[in-house]
């Protein structure tokens, strides 16, 4: 999740035209490759077929950003519609998230309830991008979202991180 936040601030930065698409290409690709296997360790270690699916959600728009800078492509509608359905599956991930917090014994209630949080702020985002990409509108709103965002998913990653 560490990544997720870094990816998140340096494609903000690029939809607003402060940094080098190619700089961005290489964090896509290495936070969609780490995504990628984390998800698949969920699947094969912890059995969680649900968080290898989640993950995969991460794995695939990063990868496809990557892939869209790499080749050049300006018109983004097909990954814009991409988005509107990841941002619906966020939606009802954090929706499925919140009853955890009740039943869990791995992360505190406020882990859980920021994780939800996380979720549908998520949502928001990938529902932002297919605005931005289908739509065409709304360029420096969702620049700074995609950063704000960014931020609000490094910090708790980086505390969890540092817990050991």
Partial sequence: MVYVGFVLVANGLWIL???NAKDVLMLNLFTGVVTFASSFYS???????????QGLLFSFTYLWIASNIHRGIQDQRAFGWYCL??????????ALTLPEALTSTGFT????SYLTF???LWAALWAS?????????????????????????YVPAFAYMLRG
């Fill in 17 to 19: 035209g402060k940094v």
């Fill in 109 to 112: 209630l406020f882990e859980y």
């Fill in 85 to 94: 359905f990841v941002a619906i599956t966020a939606a009802i991930s954090g």
């Fill in 118 to 120: 996380l979720w549908w």
């Fill in 129 to 153: 991008f297919w605005v931005l990409l289908v739509l065409k509108r709304g360029t420096t709103p969702i620049a700074w979202f995609t950063i704000a965002t960014g931020i609000l998913s």
């Fill in 43 to 53: 699947l094969i270690v912890n059995g969680s077929a649900l968080a290898w699916a």
